[in-house]
């Protein structure tokens, strides 16, 4: 079953994401930071499951978003991964683009907007 | 700062210039002439302490974060400054009262002539809320230039206000000296705006 | 915001204007004046780490709850913004506690603004719970001024309700004109840029 990854470290973000989202139909998965991330994703290819989207936060210990992206393109050059975050400079934006994003959403996020940019990609 | 002797008040007046400030206990006046400058005043009327300060900021403070611009430090010293030596010499923040004076529009600083008088009054104001000091008067902005006494016993304020060019011209040569002192650059003046 | 180099604490002290946050390691005093803004003071005592943010929500929020409303979300971006900034110099949410205060009113308000207020407060709640944050203080309501000292790193906060000033309040002024511009753009969201 293909899974959609929320990747953030505050529990209210990763609910509002889940409620927007849940008229795709597709399972969801919450991790609060990177290297967590990488855990459940591991755990769920071992179970025989795909990852059709990621949508991941930026700032967040352990182990940050921009860190997660590289280490999950090293692995998986084609799952899109949304980039949801209060960080709004060029700079940041384009360290993500160059590192691999597929989008990049500065919060507060329309629920609307993030469903019908998910859409775009899970297409 | 300078002394002179006032026939018409019969007392001394210490008058101080842009940058300076001054507290007494002593039976005088403190005056000052102001265009887009700001004056500070504090008075203890249970101790008769008395205390003025003249300040601008060099240089428009930017909408929300002041911080990092140091402009606004000049502001932020001069008024600290003036409280913690009334402070010192015996008047407690909780005696205080503060009157403030100034910010006129006389001077045309570039594109920035109505900001930094309104900069001046606005940073004055915060601070002396933030220490709960009450303004009990305050007579600001406009296209006047001020000329204030305060009598260091009572608190009274003597504000005369003029729009005469003479005055407006040499409240600007002064304070546009004392900001590019401060290392802003310098505009020119205009009348009756 | 407005750095003082020096206060009677002994340590720098930075005042906070209305929409405004600030995250910091060092060893100083974050404060403010309150009137119908909230402030979130939020710490890591073993890390010394902390910041305050002072914003509102502008408007109501529905019955619903706080997930799916456009107006909460603002609320949750602001307190977001703040959040990021503690991460970025170390902070970790799971360890961070929170102080709130603010929410008043002037006494002169429309009830329109006291259901604002009434509608923050359900907020902020809402929000910490979501969170699963411990709030060790609230402090909300009421129709004075509030003056806030915060000390970052040990969560310290000195609250003095102001006797002066109350008809012309400049920290009211300044709150009203960063009020009204988040009602003028309360529906507001954050950009969308694609890569493709």
């Given at each position: 079953m293909k899974h959609i990854l929320i990747i953030d470290d505050s529990p209210t973000i990763r609910i509002s994401v889940e409620h927007a989202l849940k008229s795709l139909g597709h399972a969801m998965v919450c991790a609060e930071n990177g290297r967590d991330a990488l855990g459940k994703i591991d755990a769920l290819i071992a179970q025989g499951h795909d990852i059709a989207l990621c949508v991941l936060d930026v700032?967040?210990?352990?182990?940050d978003g921009i860190s997660f992206l590289k280490e999950f393109r090293s692995r998986d050059k084609f799952t899109p991964v949304l980039i949801l975050t209060t960080e709004s400079e060029d700079d940041k934006i384009k360290e993500g683009r160059s590192h691999g994003a597929s989008g990049w959403i500065i919060k507060p996020f329309k629920p609307d907007e993030l469903l019908s940019v998910a859409k775009r990609f899970l297409k | 700062m300078y002394e002179r002797y006032s026939k018409k008040y019969e007392k001394k007046i210490t008058i101080i210039h842009p940058g300076e400030f001054y507290v007494s206990r002593n039976d005088e006046l403190i005056g000052t002439l102001l265009g887009s400058c700001v004056a500070v005043c504090l008075h203890d009327a249970s101790s008769g302490l008395a205390g003025m300060n003249h300040f601008m900021l060099p240089g428009r403070i930017s909408e929300r974060d002041i911080?990092?611009?140091?402009?606004?430090k000049y502001g932020i010293t001069a008024i600290n400054e003036l409280i913690s030596h009334m402070e010192r010499a015996g008047a407690p923040i909780r005696n205080l009262s503060a009157k403030v004076f100034g910010g006129g529009?006389?001077?045309?600083?570039?594109?920035?002539s109505v900001t930094i008088p309104h900069d001046n009054v606005r940073l004055a104001r915060v601070l002396l809320e933030h220490a709960d000091i009450p303004i009990v008067a305050s007579d600001v902005g406009e296209n006047y230039t001020r000329k204030i006494l305060m009598d260091?016993?009572?608190?009274r304020i003597y504000l005369k206000k003029s729009t005469r060019q003479d005055v407006i011209d040499f409240v600007d040569g002064r304070e546009q000296t004392y900001a590019q002192r401060l290392g802003r650059p310098a505009g020119k003046a205009v009348a009756g705006r | 915001m407005i750095k003082k180099t020096d206060s009677q604490f002994n340590k720098p002290l930075y005042i906070l204007y209305p929409g405004e946050f600030y995250a910091t390691k060092e060893d100083c005093v974050i404060s403010t004046v309150l009137g119908s803004c909230m402030a979130v003071c939020l710490f890591d005592v073993a890390k010394r780490i902390g910041g305050m943010g002072i914003f509102i929500v502008p408007g109501t929020i529905g019955t619903?709850?706080?997930?799916?409303?456009a107006i909460a979300s603002k609320g949750i971006g602001d307190i977001e913004l703040l959040l990021g900034e503690i991460v970025k110099i170390g902070g970790d949410r799971r360890y961070l506690k929170a102080k709130i205060f603010g929410a008043g009113y002037p006494a002169d308000s429309s009830s329109q603004m006291e259901q604002v207020m009434n509608s923050n407060i359900k907020f902020i709640y809402e929000y910490f719970t979501l969170e699963n944050m411990t709030v060790e203080r609230s402090d909300l309501g009421g129709e004075f001024r509030r003056r806030l000292y915060f000390f970052p790193w040990t969560g310290k906060v000195y609250r003095n309700i102001l006797?002066?000033?109350?008809?012309?309040?400049e920290f009211i002024k300044l709150e009203q004109e960063y009020i009204d511009s988040e009602f003028r753009q309360k529906e507001k969201f954050g950009r969308v840029i694609l890569f493709d």
């Open positions: 700032n967040m210990p352990e182990m | 911080f990092q611009d140091s402009s606004a529009h006389v001077l045309s600083l570039e594109a920035n260091v016993k009572s608190g | 619903s709850g706080i997930i799916s409303d006797q002066n000033n109350e008809e012309s309040s």
